[in-house]
């Protein structure tokens, strides 16, 4: 079974605008570490936000905020006011458990496109 | 503080033939991992070292081995190359292998690595 799963293979979003990049997870570890990352042509992985399996709030980080909805296992990310620059591929990942260090698990991605 | 350094960015190889890869990390981050990116299999992760000594291994065949060395950087060497081996490969560094879930990794902009 999938542990992350990410159901929009891509998505286009008027610049200006908020778009929601779905992403659910499945894990049976009550630690665990849901994290977005944003992937530009040139191919390196940028890290945008954090949520934490006992984090009470959403995250939130500038632009970007995380909607974390626990008993679904979801972790939907939240970009507002898109910019041209926001254009990339995006991918959701999870760390298991503590002492995962180094491993993440991630999705197969979503591919933004914001048109001007 | 410079970034997660990968070199070469740009590879190719004939099958059969086997390929090195380097990474530095971030100054004062001591765990290393690396990870195979392909569009059939998307993310996955390869291995993580940590003092010299690997901690953690995905599920790859042994042509694909790492090493880290006494100053953090790592390498990862494929032996035996084969087509499906062609793919961009990503190194991330955090601070070490035993960070807590909530800490994120910081990728380079990977190698492509093109089999041919």
């Known amino acids: 079974a999938q542990k992350i799963t990410q159901t929009q293979p891509g998505m286009f979003v008027q610049e200006k605008e908020a778009v929601t990049l779905d992403c659910t997870y499945d894990t049976s570890d009550p630690s665990y570490g849901l994290f977005w990352y944003k992937q530009p042509s040139s191919g390196e992985m940028i890290f945008l936000i954090y949520q934490g399996s006992y984090d009470q709030q959403n995250a939130t980080e500038g632009r970007y905020s995380l909607n974390f909805q626990k008993a679904r296992k979801s972790a939907n990310l939240v970009i507002s006011a898109s910019q041209l620059g926001d254009s990339a591929m995006y991918f959701c990942?999870?760390?298991?458990?503590?002492?995962?260090?180094?491993?993440?698990?991630f999705g197969q991605g979503t591919e933004l496109s914001v048109k001007p | 503080k410079a970034g997660v350094t990968q070199t070469p960015r740009y590879l190719i190889k004939t099958r059969g033939q086997q390929v090195t890869l380097s990474c530095s990390p971030i100054?004062?981050?001591?765990?290393v991992s690396w990870y195979q990116q392909t569009p059939g299999q998307g993310l996955q992760f390869l291995f993580e070292?940590?003092?010299?000594?690997?901690?953690n291994k995905g599920n790859f065949p042994g042509r694909f081995s790492g090493r880290q060395f006494s100053n953090s950087r790592s390498e990862m060497n494929v032996s035996t190359l084969e087509l499906g081996d062609s793919a961009l490969y990503l190194c991330?560094?955090?601070?070490?292998?035993?960070?807590?879930?909530?800490?994120?990794?910081?990728f380079g902009n990977g190698t492509r690595l093109t089999v041919t």
């Open positions: 991330a560094s955090s601070l070490d292998h035993l960070s807590s879930y909530n800490s994120p990794l910081h």
């Open positions: 990942a999870m760390r298991e458990g503590l002492n995962q260090g180094g491993k993440l698990i």
């Open positions: 100054s004062g981050h001591r765990s």
């Open positions: 070292y940590f003092s010299e000594t690997q901690r």
